[in-house]
């Protein structure tokens, strides 16, 4: 007869090894959170180093002193972060209105709208703003946010049409109300994309943001504009180094954010 195989006896059990659960890979590598950092360090630092030895005529120096670096530094990071910030309270609330019901119908239009604001040339745009506004900082907050609303609004509307239906009808079959599937289920599953349109939005605002010199708004601009008019070859490297060193920081500040921010179950 075939001898059936007895079930191990609980000190059996006991006895056999346990494999222990593999641990989670950390969200940030060092690697991450270091390169880009120690290399904006190093650019930044020798173009110190190379500003401490030049020899700087009067126009150069009076376009550098007296505070001038940090003041344009400052402006052009107010103009960043105001922008993103408006871009975000437009953008995400409409995205999310155009997904539900009847408002999907309007879409193509606010698309259209949007796709306009940033085939329009930046600099075009700005004009425009200031014949209408007047030179201000007001004009080139409202240019930077018409230009950059595109990504965060398409994103958002891309990555709430992209959840699972099914996923979807679950939550609503075991009792959650419309707001608590949008807030519990398809913003969620939709960090990701958001979140990739908010980064490429800053890297655009700071971009962007040189321009507001045109309009009366300040920043790094200033010294792209002072260096180019003047034929100041300094003046121009140094605010071309410091807009692009803000550009690369922002853009690797949104990337952190990004995977801080996304959720763990959608890590791969």
């Known amino acids: 007869m075939t001898e059936v195989p007895s079930e191990p006896t609980a000190e059996e059990k006991a006895e056999t ?4 659960p593999a641990p989670r890979p950390a969200r940030i590598s060092w690697q991450k959170l270091t390169v880009l950092p120690l290399a904006l360090v190093a650019v930044l630092l020798a173009t110190w180093l190379w500003f401490a030895q030049a020899d700087l005529d009067a126009l150069s120096r009076n376009a550098l002193s007296g505070g001038q670096v940090s003041k344009a530094l400052w402006q052009h990071i107010q103009l960043t972060v105001i922008s993103t910030f408006f871009v975000l309270i437009i953008a995400i609330p409409l995205g999310i209105l155009l997904t539900r019901g009847a408002f999907s119908r309007a879409t193509p239009v606010a698309m259209a709208f949007a796709n306009m604001g940033q085939a329009t040339p930046a600099i075009g745009l700005l004009a425009l703003l200031v ?3 007047g030179i201000g900082r007001r004009a080139a907050l409202i240019g930077m946010i ?11 509307i891309t990555g709430l049409k992209a959840n699972d239906p099914t996923l979807l009808e679950a939550a609503r079959g075991i009792g959650m109300s419309p707001l608590g599937v949008l807030r519990r289920v398809e913003l969620p ?3 990701p994309l958001i979140l990739a349109g908010v980064r490429t939005a800053l890297v655009l605002n700071v971009g962007t943001a040189t321009l507001a010199v045109f309009g009366g708004g300040g ?3 200033v010294l792209i504009t002072t260096g180019i008019t003047n034929q100041r070859m300094p003046v121009l490297v140094l605010g071309s180094i410091l807009t692009v060193a803000l550009a690369l920081l922002v853009d690797w500040l949104a990337s952190i954010a990004e995977l801080l921010l996304r959720p763990r179950g959608l890590q791969t």
């Open 219 to 221: 920043g790094l601009g």
């Open 17 to 20: 090894p346990r494999t222990p």
């Open 131 to 133: 014949i209408w506004l």
């Open 146 to 156: 018409i230009y950059a609303i595109l990504p965060v609004l398409s994103n958002t």
């Open 189 to 191: 599953l939709a960090v």
